[in-house]
């Protein structure tokens, strides 16, 4: 698995940066109970992350048995189910080109990865990031739990190079389209990076994926591709400059 090796820095972010970002991959409200109590528990019926074991048969569940009164035959034993919630899984691009190291811009996107990481981290979602700069496209995580290790990786994430951004979303469709032979109740959500300054090429492959294009082009001169872009990967769309002034 690849890694970038360019010294950065991140920037701070105020508290509320990357609510939008939230939104578009879907991360629910958090539950008051508990510092990291997750929301209500989703109930999946088959699957691998399905309820292990059905209600007519394995342990048996002692106190609902004799809440029910003193059992007389194996009919009158309740058992236990045990049910999990569905994975998430928060799919990343990040445009690390050449271009996005004008005017801050990878800069504030490294603020706004560190607190979606965290979320991830706190919320015990699995995070797969691709990082799109030099010659070709590089996996750093691959549907592995977020952990601080993103962090670290963060501080040496720079922006060098061509743009093969291309390449990134055609490896990014076929990973997710293998994926969900595996996980097929996995919820994903994908958030791309870019400031949209590739040369023209073939179409963009179809992603299948619900998530937000962050357009990170600065400078008096904007090319705009990026919206054009999310219209046709059907991702939401927002400039990062709005997302700072949350």
């Known amino acids: 698995m690849g890694r970038i090796a360019c010294a950065a820095s991140g920037h701070g972010w105020p508290a509320r940066s990357a609510e939008l970002a939230k939104k578009a991959l879907g991360i629910r409200p958090r539950s008051s109970v508990g510092a990291d109590a997750r929301p209500r528990a989703g ?5 691998k992350l399905g309820a292990s074991r059905s209600a007519a ?3 048996v ?3 609902q048995t004799l809440l029910r009164g003193r059992p007389q035959q194996r009919t009158d034993l309740a058992y236990k189910t045990r049910q999990s919630a569905a994975q998430e899984l928060w799919l990343v691009v990040v445009d690390a080109s050449s271009s996005t190291r004008r005017h801050q811009a990878l800069g504030d996107a490294k603020g706004l990865l560190a607190q979606v990481f965290e979320d991830a981290y706190r919320q015990r979602v699995r995070v797969a990031v691709m990082t799109a700069s030099g010659s070709a496209p590089q996996w750093q995580v691959c549907g592995a739990k977020a952990s601080a290790a993103l962090n670290q990786w963060l501080l040496t994430l720079g922006a060098g190079g061509g743009t093969p951004l291309l390449e990134a979303l055609a490896d990014v ?3 997710l389209k293998t994926r ?3 996980f097929a109740e996995e919820q994903q959500r994908f958030l791309l990076l870019t400031d949209g300054r590739l040369k023209d ?3 963009l492959p179809a992603i299948e994926c ?5 357009d990170m082009e600065r400078g008096p001169i904007r090319l705009g591709k990026s919206r054009r872009m999310a219209a046709d ?3 939401e769309y927002t400039h990062i400059d709005e997302l700072k002034q949350l």
């Open 210 to 214: 619900p998530g937000l294009l962050i």
């Open 233 to 235: 990967l059907a991702l």
């Open 61 to 63: 569940d002692w106190v």
């Open 201 to 203: 090429g073939p179409a």
């Open 57 to 59: 048969g394995g342990t």
């Open 180 to 182: 969900r032979k595996q």
């Open 173 to 175: 469709a076929q990973w």
């Open 43 to 47: 109930q999946l019926g088959e699957g």
